[in-house]
Nanobody, 127 residues
Framework: QVQLVESGGGLVQAGGSLRLSCAASGRTFSSNAMGWFRQAPGKEREFVAGINWNGGSTYYADSVKGRFTISRDNAKNTVYLQMNSLKPDDTAVYYC????????????????????WGQGTQVTVSS
């Protein structure tokens, strides 16, 4: 089982940057595909970015492609989301999620594909 704790959220002006971190506990972090999702008020939780178990594959929602970068450090049991050129539409609670798999050729975009979730961190982008 994996436990996840997000950090790094906050208030930033449009055009600014934030880096989110997700620290994982458990010995199996390096065997997990990881994802970042976000949920704005009144909206469903949506996929933002994903990364395979060794960092060799990354994939993004069209809305963040070119602005956000997902990465991981398996030695630190941590996954990151670097967010640049932030927009007010990026305002949401951001969640990291984990799925135990070492299959590099698959991509996981749906919330029900990830059994483990963090508690979320708030990101607010002011205009």
């Amino acid at each position: 089982q994996v436990q996840l704790v997000e950090s790094g959220g906050g208030l930033v002006q449009a055009g600014g940057s934030l880096r989110l971190s997700c620290a994982a506990s458990g010995r199996t972090f390096s065997s997990n595909a990881m994802g970042w999702f976000r949920q704005a008020p009144g909206k469903e939780r949506e996929f933002v970015a994903g990364i395979n178990w060794n960092g060799g594959s990354t994939y993004y929602a069209d809305s963040v492609k070119g602005r956000f970068t997902i990465s991981r450090d398996n030695a630190k049991n941590t996954v990151y989301l670097q967010m640049n050129s932030l927009k007010p539409d990026d305002t949401a609670v951001y969640y990291c999620a984990a799925r135990e798999t070492r299959h590099s050729g698959s991509f996981y975009y749906a919330t029900d594909e990830y059994p483990y979730w963090g508690q979320g961190t708030q990101v607010t982008v002011s205009s």
